[in-house]
C-alpha cells in the first residue's frame, strides 16, 4: 500500500555544537524530496518546520546548558508526530541533529508497540555522565531506552519509550569508551561496520528485520553520518569506513520490503559542510527506497 507521508522540518541545532544542521530540511526540500516520495507513489503533505529556538538567543557555553531547550522542541515534534500518525499519515522527520528523536520516537510509540532501527555510526547511547562533550545528540538512543537525564526521558510521556529488546542499532563505528559500557550493558541489538563487512549488508539486515518481525510498526531513523564521508560528506561528525550507496540502498529496499515503515527521521545534513547538496540528494534518495521505490 502506498504511504501518506506527512513531512515535518526539525531545524533543530542545539543538540550538538557545529552550526549549519538547521539547515538540513530545506537542504532536503530543495532536493526535490516532495516530488521524489509522489513520484514514488505516496501522497504527500508538508506541514513545515516545528519552530524551534534561535541558537544565537540562548547562552553560548551550548552543551547541556540547551537541554531545557530541546526538551522544549521534542515536546513540540512529539506533538506533530503524534497528529500525523493519528490521521494515519507517516510522519517524515527531517533533522535537524539527531536529539530530535527524543520527540520522534516517543510519537511513534505512544499508540502501539514499534520497532526502532537506528542506522548511525555512533552509538547515541551517552548519559550526562559519561558523554565527554555534554552534546545532547549523542544520548537520544539511550534516553529513550529508559538511561540518563530524567528530563530526556520523559519527553512526552514519562519513562522509557521503547525497549532495549525492540532496537537494533546499524553502521555502528565509534563509541566513546564509557558510552560502550552502557550500550554493550543494555540489550540493544547491534551491528556493527565488522559484521556489515563480514556478512554482508543484506544478511545484516535480514538479521536485523527479524528481530523486529514481532513488531507492527518500525520507526526508521536514519543518521546520514553512517554513509561513508565520501559518499556523504555534509555532515557533521563524519567517521571513516561507513556504508556505501548500495549498502544504504539495499538496507532501505530490504526494510521496505518487509517491515511496515511507521515513522522516519533523516538526521545530521549539515550543508554547510557539503558538496553541492550531495548528501541532501543522497538523503532524498534513500527515504524514496524506504518508502517503497525499486529498482525494476
Ligand atoms: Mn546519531
Not at 225 to 232: F, K, V
Request: glycine share 12%; with cysteine; proline share 6%.
Amino acid at each position: 500500500m502506498k504511504k501518506a507521508v506527512n513531512i515535518v522540518g526539525v531545524p533543530l541545532d542545539l543538540g550538538q555544537s557545529r552550526r549549519g544542521v538547521d539547515m538540513g530540511p530545506s537542504a532536503l526540500r530543495y532536493a526535490g524530496l516532495d516530488n521524489h516520495l509522489r513520484q514514488v507513489g505516496c501522497s504527500v503533505r508538508d506541514c513545515g518546520n516545528v519552530e524551534i529556538p534561535v541558537r544565537d538567543e540562548l547562552p553560548s557555553e551550548g552543551g547541556l546548558a540547551y537541554l531545557p531547550s530541546v526538551v522544549e522542541a521534542c515536546t513540540a515534534v512529539y506533538e506533530v508526530g503524534l497528529e500525523a500518525i493519528a490521521e494515519g499519515e507517516v510522519p517524515l522527520f527531517l533533522g535537524g541533529d539527531h536529539s530530535i528523536a527524543l520527540g520522534t520516537v516517543a510519537a511513534a510509540t505512544e499508540a502501539g508497540a514499534s520497532g526502532v532501527l537506528w542506522i548511525d555510526a555512533h552509538g547515541d547511547f551517552n548519559t550526562p555522565t559519561t558523554s565527554p562533550t555534554g552534546n545532547l545528540h549523542g544520548m537520544p538512543l539511550a534516553a529513550l531506552t529508559g538511561q540518563g537525564s530524567a528530563r530526556l526521558v520523559d519527553i512526552g510521556r514519562p519513562g522509557p519509550k521503547v525497549s532495549a529488546t525492540d532496537v537494533v542499532l546499524i553502521g555502528l563505528r565509534s563509541l566513546d569508551p564509557e558510552e560502550r559500557a552502557l550500550l554493550r550493558a543494555s540489550g540493544i541489538t547491534v551491528f556493527t561496520m565488522r559484521e556489515i563487512d563480514e556478512q554482508g549488508i543484506g544478511q545484516v539486515a535480514k538479521q536485523a528485520l527479524k528481530k523486529l518481525a514481532h513488531l507492527p510498526k518500525v520507526h526508521v531513523s536514519l543518521d546520514m553520518d553512517s554513509l561513508d564521508p565520501r559518499e556523504a560528506p555534509g555532515v557533521g561528525t563524519p567517521v571513516p569506513g561507513g556504508l556505501t550507496y548500495r549498502e544504504a540502498h539495499l538496507l532501505l529496499e530490504l526494510v521496505a520490503a518487509s517491515a511496515n515503515v511507521g515513522s522516519v527521521d533523516v538526521v545530521e545534513i549539515n550543508p554547510i559542510l557539503d558538496s553541492q547538496n550531495r548528501t541532501a540528494k543522497i538523503g532524498v534518495e534513500l527515504v524514496a527506497s524506504l518508502l517503497g521505490q525499486t529498482i525494476y
